[in-house]
């Protein structure tokens, strides 16, 4: 079963998070995903928006990529402060991380 097929987002736009209150700045996310992650001068995760602009606003996010998302999924699920929260743009619903079902 595929990511998108084990989330149930077949196709719908995703976007990502990240806690800093949480974050331990491991630097996992980084690791996977550094299209999408990148540790601060402060130690702490944030994402990337357009042109790799950290977006350091708390609540800020980023769209998913969809060739990267086994990669984000796998930074939300190896996330040692479980602070990395994936979720469906069309209704809010967080389909990895700490908060998904």
Request: negative net charge; proline residues 7%.
């Given at each position: ?67 990267l ?19 469906r ?13």
């Amino acid at each position: 079963m595929s990511v998108q097929q084990e989330a149930g987002v077949g196709g719908e736009a995703l976007e990502v998070w990240i806690d800093q209150d949480l974050c331990t700045g491991d630097g996992i996310c980084a690791q996977y995903a550094p299209e999408v992650f990148e540790l601060d001068i402060d130690g702490l995760a944030y994402v990337k928006g357009p042109a790799d602009v950290l977006l350091q606003d708390r609540g800020a996010t980023a769209p998913v990529p969809l060739p990267l998302l086994t990669d984000i999924v796998d930074s939300a699920r190896e996330c040692p402060g479980e602070c990395i929260h994936v979720r469906r743009v069309s209704d809010m619903v967080e389909v990895y991380g700490p908060d998904s079902e």
